[in-house]
């Protein structure tokens, strides 16, 4: 921080023994009183001035009167002090500050202490900000927005060093989903780890690592950290919607049917996920069960063309011959090219 060099002169006519200040050394009958402006000439409302005895500069934990501010004519004056050479300093949030010495004398008048705070430049303001961890999180946001992973990393890497230990999670949060946009699911889930050894109980964090286990095939560890979150957070629709899903890619469609009915009343479930068990109701068998099923993937999803071929599937299964050929037709009208045409169409024709 630059500092101003400045010396009121006050002539004294008296100097004052050392055994006189041995009580309390800085204390006295001596006054002083200033003025604070800008480059402007306007006036600096509530600067701080801090005073210390002596001309080894001022150190705030010294002894002293207690610091003062300016009022709204950027004046200050202060009593109660002892005779001899003071230190002041001068400080004020946007302003460079200002240090120096001035002389007091407890028996004649001072002249007024003026002073000029110089703005701190905004060029300065922008480089401490930018060198700050605050400034480098910013700048890893901005090369993650844009795409360049390593270059976000290396941003929150730095600014690890520079923050308490209290937010050093949600900082390696970032760092691991800029593993997770390069498939690193190993290096993923090593900061995750790092994550949840301090916050066991970080949701997102928890989300993203059965993410990742499920990505590296480990589907009974992802489903197992997604059942350990919602014990956390019995609440939280999405884990449960992704417990779902993984449940019903492992073959396990009872013990997902179990989580869906804690689903919320209106929440949407992944419509692969149902469909998928429709589809293994309807192998087994269990028509009415894949019927119900595909009925909510219809109510939910009414423009998924798939789900209606299945439908009509089990509806034919179940002798409903006119939901059959309603679906069939329904198939066609919004997807009259898919995978399931032709058979929509054979069907139609024999019923």
Request: hydrophobic share 40%.
């Amino acid at each position: 921080m630059l500092r101003k060099r400045w010396m009121a002169a006050v002539a004294a006519t008296c100097m004052i023994a050392g055994s006189s200040l041995a009580a309390q050394e800085w204390a006295g009958r001596g006054r002083l009183q200033g003025e604070i402006k800008d480059e402007q000439g306007k006036p600096v409302v509530g600067a701080q001035v801090t005073f210390r005895i002596g001309d080894k500069g001022v150190k705030p934990e010294a002894p002293g009167p207690k610091p003062i501010q300016t009022n709204e004519h950027g004046k200050w004056s202060i009593g109660g002090l002892a005779g001899g050479t003071w230190g002041v300093l001068i400080q004020k949030e946007g302003y460079l500050q200002s240090e120096g010495t001035v002389k007091v004398d407890e028996f004649s008048p001072s002249k007024p202490v003026n002073i000029v705070l110089k703005a701190i430049p905004k060029e300065a303001i922008a480089a401490a900000q930018k060198a700050s961890a605050g400034g480098i999180i910013d700048e890893g946001d901005k090369q993650f927005t844009a795409g360049k992973w390593a270059e976000a990393r290396a941003e929150y890497e730095k600014a690890l060093d520079k923050i308490d230990a209290a937010n050093k999670p949600k900082l390696q949060l970032r760092i691991a989903k800029t593993y997770l946009q390069e498939k690193n699911y190993d290096k993923v889930s090593e900061t995750l780890q790092a994550v949840l050894a301090v916050d066991s109980t970080n949701i997102d964090a928890i989300t993203i690592l059965a993410a990742t286990q499920y990505e590296l095939k480990q589907t009974d560890k992802a489903i197992d950290t997604l059942k350990a979150a919602i014990a956390v957070a019995p609440d939280n629709v999405a884990l449960t919607q992704q417990l779902v899903n993984f449940l019903v890619d492992a073959g396990r469609e009872e013990e997902a049917k179990t989580y869906m009915a804690k689903l919320p009343q209106g929440t949407k479930v992944d419509p692969a996920s149902l469909l998928n068990i429709g589809i293994r109701q309807y192998n087994d068998g269990k028509l009415q069960e894949a019927l119900e099923s595909f009925d909510r993937v219809v109510k939910e999803n009414p423009s998924l063309a798939e789900a209606y071929y299945y439908r009509g599937l089990c509806s034919l299964g179940l002798s409903k011959i006119d939901a059959a050929k309603a679906d069939f037709k329904k198939l066609l009208e919004l997807e009259p090219n898919s995978s399931h045409a032709a058979d929509a169409r054979e069907f139609l024709k024999s019923l």
